[in-house]
Nanobody, 124 residues
Framework: QVELVESGGGLGQAGGSLRLSCVAS????????MAWFRQAPGKEREFVAA????????DYADSVKGRFTVSRDNAKNTVYLQMNSLKPEDTAVYYC?????????????????WGQGTQVTVSS
């Protein structure tokens, strides 16, 4: 069993930056591909970014490519999402997830463990 706890959300300005963290407990995250998803009000949850177990490979949704960076520190059992050049449309609850297959990284069904989410609100 893996417990994931996100932090770092809050209110950001358009053009500004926020950094989200996801700390895992219960099992080493080095066994898992890790991802970030988000859900805006009235919308379905969507894929944001993923990182392979080694950290060597990453992938991003087109909407955040070039602005967001996902990284991991397996020694600290932590995954990060650096969000730069924020836009109001980035406003959402952001979720961290852990799953077995990086090859299925954008599919929610791939992920066995989810955090409770952290709210990010970007003002214009």
């Amino acid at each position: 069993q893996v417990e994931l706890v996100e932090s770092g959300g809050g209110l950001g300005q358009a053009g500004g930056s926020l950094r989200l963290s996801c700390v895992a407990s219960g099992r080493a995250i080095s066994d898992y591909a890790m991802a970030w998803f988000r859900q805006a009000p009235g919308k379905e949850r969507e894929f944001v970014a993923a990182i392979s177990w080694s950290g060597r490979t990453t992938d991003y949704a087109d909407s955040v490519k070039g602005r967001f960076t996902v990284s991991r520190d397996n020694a600290k059992n932590t995954v990060y999402l650096q969000m730069n050049s924020l836009k109001p449309e980035d406003t959402a609850v952001y979720y961290c997830a852990a799953g077995p297959k990086y090859s299925s990284r954008s599919y929610q069904e791939n992920y066995d463990y989810w955090g409770q989410g952290t709210q990010v609100t970007v003002s214009s």
